[in-house]
């Protein structure tokens, strides 16, 4: 069974920092070949953030996390971060942290119905 547990969240000032970390377990080389950074902006569909595939490495960032949010992943611990710098109102939202062991076809990584196992996420509120 993934089990998915994100923290780091909280609450901050326009241009401040945060980094969230989501522990995972019961996982796999295949059940996380792909891990994402997904977030919920309050009246706003899911939307991923940050995305990071295995075999070779490869990344994917939003328009708008591009230049400000970094994905990682340290396979030994069993962790994946992201920094995000710069951050604004309309960053505020729910984080979740994400993973599918599912080929992707087009892209697909870049959209949330890709990911099959979820953490319950963590609030990321920034105010002005």
């Known amino acids: 069974q993934v089990v998915l547990m994100e923290s780091g969240g909280g609450s901050v000032q326009a241009g401040g920092s945060l980094r969230l970390s989501c522990a995972y377990s019961?996982?796999?080389?295949?059940?996380?070949?792909?891990m994402a950074w997904v977030r919920r902006v309050p009246g706003k569909d899911h939307e991923v953030v940050a995305a990071?595939?295995?075999?070779?490495?490869?990344?994917f960032y939003a328009d708008f996390a591009e230049a400000r949010f970094t994905i990682s992943r340290d396979k030994g611990k069993g962790i994946l971060y992201i920094q995000m710098r710069q951050l604004q109102p309309e960053d505020t939202a729910m984080y979740y942290c994400?993973?599918?062991?599912?080929?992707?076809?087009?892209?697909?990584?870049?959209?949330?119905?890709?990911?099959?196992?979820w953490g319950k996420g963590t609030q990321v509120t920034v105010s002005s």
């Open positions: 994400a993973a599918s062991g599912r080929m992707s076809i087009g892209g697909q990584w870049s959209t949330p119905t890709f990911y099959t196992e």
């Open positions: 019961g996982t796999n080389r295949y059940n996380t070949q792909y």
């Open positions: 990071i595939g295995t075999g070779p490495e490869v990344t």
